[in-house]
Structures are given as C-alpha cells and as structure tokens.
C-alpha cells in the first residue's frame, strides 16, 4: 500500500514539473528567449520550490503554479535585453525576483540577491544551493546598510517604493557606466516628475508578458555626467 501512494505521488510530481515546463517553454518562445541547458529544469525546480516554501512563510502572494510561471518567471525574463553584466544586483529580491530567474538564463554574470529579511535570504539561500546556482551570492542587508567591495554593472528592482527611493538607496551601488532598471506597472509619469537630479532617464520600455493582462514598464536610469 505505501508503494502505491509513493507511485501516485512521483506520477503527481512528473505530470507537475512536465506541466510547468511546457508553460515555461512556451512563454520563453513568446519572449524570443533561448533557454540554456538545464534551464528550464532550474527554473520549474525554483517554482516548486517556492510553492513549498509559501506555505509557511507567505513569500508571495501568487499560490497558483501556474500563475507563477506568468507573473513570476516570465515577467522578470521580459527585462533580460536590458541587464547588463558582469556584476548584477537585485535589490529587495524578496522570493528571488527577478534576480533568480535573470541568473538561470546568464550564467556568464554574477548575481548578488540583496534583502533585509531573514525568512527571505534562508529561501534564497535554499534556491541557490538546489538549483546549484554558482553565480549567485545572497546577502542580508538593509540596502541603505550595504557596503559592497565593487560597484555593479546592472541594479535592478521589481518592488522598490519610487524611483526616488531607489536612487536615493541604491544609485551609489551602480558603477558609472553602469544602470539602473527599475520594473514598474503603468507609466510612472508622477515618479519620473519626482526624479531628483544627477540622473537621467535613457529610455522607459513597455514590456509583454505572454497572457498576463497588466501594463508592465522598464525605466532605465543612468548616472548624470558632472558637467
């Protein structure tokens, strides 16, 4: 009898993960994205893994897999063109994103996942060593606190309050060629408005995201020259 369910619950477990892979591959075709070996089992290992995890700790408020995949994974990927490398910092990851799904698909650059809260970073952690993640360090920090040895080449954002706080907070952490890459719903014409000087805008990009019916924006930020 325990042989049964454990074959019913491995059969559950395939039919998941063959599931969640073709919504993967289908959503990274529509984005013109080509998935690296072992990608997509990375990515779909990383949902089930936030899956379990959300149980407990309420990591994020999307319980559905398959929304995940939609308004998790392919909503961070659709930034990729813009992220620039070596250096890659994702600040106020919370569940990994969009740092975890961005490091998966660039294996040539190294991504710091910057959060303050302890649930978060032992997550983050968890994800990194099973995914067996190489480019990816975790650090638990207030980003008003952080104090890295080198600047990054890309800090990006999927949660942070305004453009104002985030160059406020993290514009001394991007290097100066480096940019700043804010992930936004609508037009954020207010916080563009509100954008103190020693920055300028290079370009605000809509994003598509395959089926999710929601406005989603790119601001790119760069450092102002000294004139």
Known sequence: MRAFFWSRRVDSERQWFMSIEQAIIEGCQKLEICLPDGARWRLGTYLRLLERWNRAY???AVRDPEAMVIRHLLDSLSILPWVKGPRVLDVGSGAGLPGVPL????PEHEF????????????LIQVAAELALDNVSVVRSRVQDYRPENLFSSVVSRAFATLADMVAD????CAPDG???????VFPDDELARLPPGYRVM???PLRVPRLDAERHLVHLASAPIS
Do not use: E, H, I, P
Request: net charge positive; with cysteine.
């Open 203 to 205: 370009g605000v990009y």
């Open 58 to 60: 309420n990591l994020t």
């Open 170 to 173: 993290a514009g001394r952490l």
């Open 112 to 123: 710091c996942l910057l959060d303050s809260n302890g649930k978060r970073t032992r997550f």
């Open 179 to 185: 940019r700043l890459l804010a992930m936004k719903g």
């Open 103 to 106: 490091a998966v698909l660039r």
